[in-house]
């Protein structure tokens, strides 16, 4: 059975039918007894709701946020009107989000390519609308804090969707060697590949964020290595 099968199936369909509270109330039992690397749809709701006020962050939710949203979880087209409707009750208020960072964080402790994807897909709704205001930098960084991202891996993480320096991209510095360069690079992929992903129980709608995220990181080292290369006298 399907992430998206399951969201729009018994308890969850009674609750989507009466307040927020509800909803909460259906989403908390899976949250709390989903073992960690294993959240399957608990960790699929929490991600939406973390979206949806993500989305909330600047006080306004845009038509280009929830597109975002749609594109990066590939909500299948004839189960996007019941997904919606979770966006929709969790966007109703930023609050709460902390609580489902760290439901995210507890399931997926130990795998920070999960988290970063996670992170990624906030940046990519926060960024619809062409910037970023100073309420949803807040939000992203206090999520990063949450999963357990230092300042400077927030930093790099940043740098992918707001800069174009590819060393940055990658974490390094631009004069690391070569050596290092290339092991860091080989470290984000293996952190970040798709198949290693499903391994560890992310669902399969989600995966398309490793695909997108697995891009930027051949793109930079690829840049940077360019760079290298006009550098050499």
């Not at 897909?121 to 100073?134: C, M, N, Q, S, V």
């Amino acid at each position: 059975m399907s992430i998206w099968s399951q969201l729009s199936g018994g308890r969850l369909r009674e609750a989507l039918g009466e307040s927020l509270n509800a909803l909460w109330r259906a989403i908390a039992a899976p949250l709390e007894t989903a073992e960690a690397g294993n959240g399957g749809v608990a960790f699929t709701i929490a991600v939406i709701a973390l979206s949806a006020k993500m989305a909330k962050a600047d006080g306004v939710v845009s038509p280009a946020e929830i597109e975002t949203f749609s594109r990066l979880f590939h909500v299948p087209e004839h189960e996007r009107a019941n997904v919606l409707r979770v966006f929709n009750i969790a966007r109703q208020s930023v609050d709460g989000y902390d609580a489902y960072a760290h439901d995210i964080a507890r399931l997926y402790r130990g795998h920070p390519g999960v988290l970063e994807d996670v992170l990624d897909g906030l940046f990519a709704i926060g960024l619809a609308d062409g910037r970023l205001e100073d309420a949803e930098t807040e939000y992203l960084a206090r999520v990063a804090e949450i999963f357990g991202f230092s300042e400077g891996e927030f930093t790099r993480i940043a740098a992918s969707h707001l800069e174009g320096d590819p060393f940055r991209v990658l974490g390094v510095a631009p004069d690391c060697s070569d050596d290092e360069l290339k092991r860091t690079y080989r470290r984000l992929v293996a952190e970040n590949h798709p198949d290693k992903l499903m391994a560890r129980g992310v669902p399969p709608e989600f995966v398309a964020m490793a695909t997108d995220k697995m891009a930027t990181i051949n793109n930079a080292y690829e840049r940077a290595l360019a760079l290298r290369r006009l550098r050499v006298p």
